[in-house]
């Protein structure tokens, strides 16, 4: 959703590197790109003014004057305001001190509340409670079937005493549906409550009514990403008519400009809870501003990554994958093992998105959105169609069992060769990982380009600079050597560049992998 803006941005940051100090007319030159940025992302215009006015005042400040690197701190004040309109800090669900919790959810038809009441109680189930739907909204035609459609997907009890159609009294089901829960010991209720097509007294009357039946401990105004600087409009005035507690983004992965992200929380003072990223019920998380701002100056989302990967693999099952890497250099990992990781990562999502939160990645954006997903379950055709020797010792595999593999899987010879080729590459560079070898073809670390003997040259070379014999001169060496030193260290992980870097390129070894 952020592509645009994310693009301009890495521009103008792009302009600044390299200068010693930022002049008046630099501040001024970057404020005016960042500010034609935002407006074409469809960002609220007090937010746009409030922002600049912000950015600019700090970076005339001197913690920009006086810094080493103007430019990167530059970047670290956009990316601090960026957080600080996105709404600052991560904000919390409020649970009640005695169950259950009532949650509300609001918004315009067509926004995605009963779809996102199923997700919100698969992630509410996820941590640990027992949460209830409520189907209030009984105007809709099928609105009540597709809510006990998606909490049967979800895993989660659905209250639905009424049919719905126009028929039913959404009040009287809100506040039957609180005893129901404490008689069958749910600790939280999530009550989906009718839309419109557009904001009216008939709403706002109705929302207000159930709200003054059950009490809930939030509000949740739902609002579709993708509805531009209406989305603002739109949470003003439910924020006025019945009023909300936090909102909701649905529809956050959809090609819009994304402008209600960063102006619904300036704009209505209650910040974003939750946004859902996909169609999918597991694609659905609390909302960070501080991770949201990082994504959108492509310095990645590190931390969700991880909190994924940690739901997905289990510390015992990751321990057992290491030894087996660690040992016999790699030999004990089969086809088996590679296909299990294959689908443990399917698991987390696509490989669009799960590469799409490493740092760097704007650049190679267009071939990251190119990836065949579809690749993934060929693999997994090709590799079930092998018998269990062949996964267990892929070096037996000859003509005649790459052309029976083949025309199990659907594929052609050439693809059964060249996984298996690519699955040796893949084993010996993890088991050197593991052995702690480094990664291989990556000069200037250990075991990465080159044996011993390239070492020995280095060392060679080395052994044969001599240090000038002028004071003068030789304090000049080194602290030129020094300032390379202290550039080197500020380079990324594994001595790629940093993720402000915009040149950066993946290594050869990895294209090949990704290709």
């Known amino acids: 959703?952020?592509?645009?803006?994310?693009?301009?941005?890495?521009?103008?940051?792009?302009?600044?590197?390299?200068?010693?100090?930022?002049?008046?007319?630099?501040?001024?030159?970057?404020?005016?790109?960042?500010?034609?940025?935002?407006?074409?992302?469809?960002?609220?215009?007090?937010?746009?003014?409030?922002?600049?006015?912000?950015?600019?005042?700090?970076?005339?400040?001197?913690?920009?004057?006086?810094?080493?690197?103007?430019?990167?701190?530059?970047?670290?004040?956009?990316?601090?305001?960026?957080?600080?309109?996105?709404?600052?800090?991560?904000?919390?669900?409020?649970?009640?001190?005695?169950?259950?919790?009532?949650?509300?959810?609001?918004?315009?038809?067509?926004?995605?509340?009963?779809?996102?009441a199923g997700k919100l109680g698969l992630w509410l189930k996820g941590q640990g409670h027992s949460p209830l739907l409520v189907a209030c909204d009984l105007q809709r035609p099928n609105a009540v079937n597709q809510l006990s459609v998606v909490a049967d997907r979800a895993g989660v009890a659905v209250y639905a005493p009424e049919p719905g159609n126009g028929v039913g009294d959404p009040v009287q089901v809100a506040k039957d549906s609180i005893e129901y829960a404490r008689t069958k010991q749910f600790d939280v209720v999530i009550v989906d409550t009718a839309g419109r097509l557009g904001i009216d007294q008939e709403l706002m009357q109705q929302a207000a009514d159930i709200r003054d039946a059950v009490s809930p401990d939030e509000i949740l105004f739902v609002v579709d990403a993708m509805i531009g600087q209406d989305a603002v409009n739109t949470a003003e005035a439910f924020r006025d008519g019945v009023g909300f507690d936090g909102v909701v983004l649905s529809k956050l992965d959809g090609d819009a400009r994304g402008g209600a992200a960063l102006s619904i929380a300036h704009v209505t003072g209650k910040q974003i809870m939750f946004a859902s990223n996909g169609e999918?019920?597991?694609?659905?998380?609390?909302?960070?501003?501080?991770?949201?701002?990082?994504?959108?100056?492509?310095?990645?989302?590190?931390?969700?990554?991880?909190?994924?990967?940690?739901?997905?693999?289990?510390?015992?099952?990751?321990?057992?994958?290491?030894?087996?890497?660690?040992?016999?250099?790699?030999?004990?990992?089969?086809?088996?093992?590679?296909?299990?990781?294959?689908?443990?990562?399917?698991?987390?999502?696509?490989?669009?998105?799960?590469?799409?939160?490493?740092?760097?990645?704007?650049?190679?954006?267009?071939?990251?959105?190119?990836?065949?997903?579809?690749?993934?379950?060929?693999?997994?055709?090709?590799?079930?169609?092998?018998?269990?020797?062949?996964?267990?010792?892929?070096?037996?595999?000859?003509?005649?069992?790459?052309?029976?593999?083949?025309?199990?899987?659907?594929?052609?010879?050439?693809?059964?060769?060249?996984?298996?080729?690519?699955?040796?590459?893949?084993?010996?560079?993890?088991?050197?990982?593991?052995?702690?070898g480094g990664m291989p073809g990556m000069p200037g670390m250990p075991g990465m380009g080159g044996g011993p003997g390239r070492q020995k040259k280095q060392v060679k070379q080395a052994k044969g600079k001599r240090k000038s014999g002028n004071p003068m001169k030789r304090k000049a060496e080194e602290q030129a050597a020094a300032a390379r030193r202290e550039q080197a260290a500020q380079g990324g992980a594994l001595g790629l560049p940093a993720p402000e870097d915009k040149n950066f390129e993946l290594p050869d070894e990895f294209k090949k992998f990704m290709g």
């Open 1 to 116: 959703m952020f592509d645009t803006l994310s693009d301009r941005l890495a521009a103008t940051f792009k302009n600044l590197r390299g200068k010693g100090r930022l002049s008046e007319a630099d501040i001024d030159a970057t404020a005016r790109e960042i500010r034609i940025a935002l407006l074409e992302a469809d960002v609220a215009l007090p937010v746009v003014r409030a922002f600049i006015a912000n950015v600019k005042e700090r970076a005339r400040g001197v913690e920009v004057s006086q810094a080493l690197n103007p430019a990167q701190q530059v970047v670290k004040i956009v990316n601090e305001e960026l957080v600080g309109i996105l709404g600052g800090e991560t904000r919390r669900l409020r649970f009640a001190k005695t169950a259950p919790t009532v949650i509300m959810l609001a918004g315009l038809q067509g926004a995605g509340k009963t779809t996102l």
């Open 280 to 436: 999918k019920l597991e694609d659905f998380d609390a909302f960070h501003p501080d991770r949201m701002a990082s994504r959108i100056l492509d310095m990645g989302d590190l931390l969700t990554l991880i909190e994924q990967a940690e739901k997905t693999f289990s510390q015992e099952e990751a321990a057992k994958m290491a030894s087996k890497l660690a040992s016999s250099k790699g030999k004990d990992f089969t086809l088996d093992d590679f296909l299990a990781q294959m689908e443990q990562v399917r698991k987390m999502g696509s490989i669009s998105k799960l590469l799409g939160m490493l740092p760097g990645m704007g650049q190679i954006k267009d071939q990251i959105n190119n990836i065949d997903e579809r690749d993934v379950d060929r693999t997994a055709a090709i590799i079930k169609s092998m018998t269990p020797k062949e996964r267990a010792e892929p070096t037996i595999i000859n003509g005649s069992r790459r052309a029976r593999i083949a025309k199990g899987s659907g594929v052609e010879v050439s693809a059964v060769k060249n996984l298996v080729e690519r699955f040796f590459e893949a084993r010996k560079m993890m088991s050197k990982m593991a052995q702690g």
